[in-house]
């Protein structure tokens, strides 16, 4: 149970992942808003247990901004910020570039702002975090979802950056996960394939990702670091 009365902030917590780490921290006595972009029972959920929810759109600057200032409205302070909101979309002919900023957007704009304007409301707490949610794709990069790939990749920049410039008063970590959950529709050959492509071979469901988030925000030493959660797909 914790002690620390500030909240956790964690964006797309509407539905899978991020729904599960809301939930999860919530359990472990942590105040929780979170953010969501369509009414989905898991929203209803967290609200239901407790937590704030506040609709955000990050596909743009004004509606970031906007997002920060309602915020800044609901608290004085922070004890982390998860920035688990993301989106993946398809580059299909002449539409490449409205997907790349779109994605450039939620992944890169919305952290680097988020993280640039809300630094007072986490330095009233100590200890404070910030943890980016990446993707395990970025270590080696993507032939068919290079927007995707390159706009996570700039998280795991931002990761450095903000660490070297937020110490000590706030530690500032990434989490890197490859497969989690595969959706009801992916059938057994699609499942069987990205199972084989780690080399342990699972689905092992959101719990690794909150074990991990865990981590980062029990370990005082820990700062710069992005954790690779990825059955080792990297020795397979």
Not at 17 to 24: E, K, N, P, S, T
Not at 71 to 98: C, F, M, Q, Y
Not at 109 to 119: D, E
Not at 129 to 142: A, Q
Request: with cysteine.
């Amino acid at each position: 149970m914790t002690t620390n009365c500030a909240p956790i902030l964690i964006t797309g917590a509407g539905q899978r992942v991020g729904l599960h780490c809301a939930q999860r921290l919530l359990e472990d006595g942590h105040p929780v808003i979170f953010t969501y972009r369509s009414e989905r029972p898991g929203v209803q959920m967290l609200r239901d247990l407790g937590a704030v929810g506040v609709f955000a759109d990050f596909s743009s600057e004004t509606t970031i901004l906007a997002f920060i200032a309602e915020l800044k409205a609901l608290t004085d302070s922070l004890r982390a910020i998860v920035h688990n909101g993301s989106e993946w979309l398809a580059e299909t002919p002449d539409s490449e570039a409205e997907a790349f900023s779109r994605m450039f957007n939620i992944h890169m704009l919305a952290p680097y702002l988020i993280n640039l304007h809300c630094a007072g409301l986490l330095q009233q707490s100590t200890p404070a975090d910030i943890i980016h949610i990446s993707d395990d794709v970025t270590r080696k990069g993507s032939s068919k979802h290079i927007g995707y790939c390159a706009s996570k990749a700039g998280l795991d920049s931002l990761t450095l950056s903000f660490a070297a410039r937020y110490a000590p008063a706030i530690k500032v970590n990434g989490i890197a996960p490859a497969l989690l959950l595969f959706n009801p529709d992916d059938d057994a050959a699609y499942r069987a394939k990205a199972l084989a492509k780690s080399a342990l071979g699972i689905e092992p469901g959101s719990e690794v990702i909150y074990q991990s988030l865990r981590y980062l925000l029990d370990n005082s030493y820990v700062t710069g670091t992005t954790l690779t959660v990825n059955g080792g797909r990297h020795v397979k």
